[in-house]
């Protein structure tokens, strides 16, 4: 879809400069081309209107520089007004050809942005599906310990109803555990639903902590089996950012399994994880996620973020690319910082600013 700009307030300070040059032009003695201004309305008409809207501006000051000049110069002729008045109308016409060029060139740039936006989406919605499966261990797992309490608790209040004398305060108690697993449950799908679902980024104001919380308690269970410590290390009052939840959950998870693959050769009880959020010298969150494994060789950190790099047998090396991408169309940053033993990963959001329009990018 091409974005033109458009403003009453413009269209209206249009159609008063062209009227006055028209009068100008018109009824006052001056031998200059006057008419000349008429370029400014034809520029000025291109952030305002589309390619018709141009074409019939500039067809209207083509058509007033005449119908001046004949109300001006109907009686005797004039060789030097005429020649004005030519110069006038090869100069509204240049222009008129000049702004529908830059037009159409400023509308294909718009529209090749918004495509590559698309792609991206796509591209990290496809890694977001991989990374699922991934996980598939772990959902399985999130899902199954709710499932468990229900059938207990369901068991369990069966059990106090069936007694000679039904208990009904303890089966009111257990159903009640019940329904919360069952709430439980269907929180961790509605979650893993969002991350599979495709859909536009939306851009809403959201607590980055709360992000880091739902993003580690789905890679909990894989962390817990590879024996990873994750420490959550979570600034209180940090200012809310604007962003996509799902999009930055995908870029905390991605941080989050790099960090646990590259501790995977660790020593038992040496492989930590710490997920850290600050706030920012210039006012927004910055967001780290630090191991202790090898870290990451000096010669590696040029391409740390290149697409299809990967040190790893079965890695495709698009984590990483995908996550700055992501956090760049946040307004934000991603970078590795510099940590004696191990690696790690940072990246910053800026705050939200107040007034932002829903939804924006
Ligand atoms: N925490 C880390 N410690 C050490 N090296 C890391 C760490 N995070 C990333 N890397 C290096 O960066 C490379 C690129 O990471 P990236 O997430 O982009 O791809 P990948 O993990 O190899 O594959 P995948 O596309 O499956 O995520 C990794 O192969 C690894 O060499
Ligand atoms: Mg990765």
């Known amino acids: 879809m091409v974005r033109v700009q458009g403003s009453p307030l413009l269209s209206i300070l249009l159609v008063g400069l062209t009227l006055t040059i028209f009068a100008v032009d018109a009824f006052t003695p001056l031998d200059v081309a006057i008419a000349v201004m008429y370029?400014?309305?034809?520029?000025?008409?291109?952030?305002?209107?589309?390619?018709?809207?141009?074409?019939?501006?500039?067809?209207?000051?083509?058509?007033?520089?005449?119908?001046?000049y004949a109300l001006s110069h109907a009686a005797t002729f004039s060789g030097p007004a005429s020649g004005r008045m030519?110069?006038?109308l090869a100069a509204i016409g240049i222009t008129a050809w000049l702004a529908l060029r830059w037009q159409a060139a400023t509308n294909a740039l718009i529209a090749r942005e918004e495509a590559l936006h698309r792609s991206q989406a796509q591209l990290a919605h496809v890694t977001r599906v991989t990374m699922l499966g991934e996980l598939a261990a772990s959902i399985a797992h999130e899902v199954n310990q709710p499932l468990a309490a229900i059938a207990t608790n369901g068991e369990a209040s069966l059990r106090w109803l069936n007694r000679p004398q039904p208990e009904l305060g303890e089966a009111r108690a257990a159903?009640?555990?019940?329904?919360?697993?069952?709430?439980?449950?269907?929180?961790?799908?509605?979650?893993?639903?969002?991350?599979?679902?495709?859909?536009?980024?939306?851009?809403?104001?959201?607590?980055?902590?709360?992000v880091a919380l739902e993003a580690a308690g789905l890679v909990r269970r894989e962390l817990?089996?590879?024996?990873?410590?994750?420490?959550?290390?979570?600034?209180?009052?940090?200012?809310?950012?604007?962003?996509?939840r799902v999009q930055l959950q995908q870029v905390l998870i991605n941080l989050l399994m790099n960090a646990m693959q590259a501790m995977q050769h660790c020593a038992p009880g040496q492989a930590v994880l710490t997920l850290r959020t600050r706030s920012c010298d210039e006012g927004g969150?910055?967001?780290?996620?630090?191991?202790?494994?090898?870290?990451?060789?000096?010669?590696?950190?040029?391409?740390?973020?290149?697409?299809?790099?990967?040190?790893?047998?079965?890695?495709?090396?698009?984590?990483?690319p995908i996550c700055r991408s992501i956090i760049e169309t946040h307004g934000g940053r991603i970078w590795a910082g510099a940590q004696a033993g191990g690696a790690v990963l940072l990246f910053s959001l800026p705050a939200l600013r107040r007034n932002m329009p829903e939804g924006a990018p």
């Open 39 to 68: 370029v400014v309305v034809v520029l000025l008409s291109a952030s305002v209107w589309r390619r018709s809207g141009v074409m019939l501006t500039s067809a209207v000051c083509l058509c007033l520089t005449l119908l001046a």
């Open 224 to 244: 817990a089996s590879h024996q990873v410590t994750l420490k959550l290390d979570l600034a209180p009052g940090l200012p809310q950012v604007c962003g996509d």
């Open 175 to 210: 159903i009640g555990s019940l329904l919360e697993a069952a709430g439980r449950a269907s929180e961790v799908i509605r979650r893993i639903r969002a991350l599979a679902r495709r859909s536009d980024p939306r851009h809403l104001p959201l607590a980055l902590n709360d």
């Open 285 to 320: 969150v910055t967001c780290s996620v630090a191991d202790t494994g090898p870290g990451i060789p000096a010669d590696h950190l040029p391409k740390l973020f290149d697409a299809f790099f990967s040190t790893k047998e079965d890695g495709m090396g698009m984590g990483l």
């Open 86 to 88: 030519v110069v006038s």
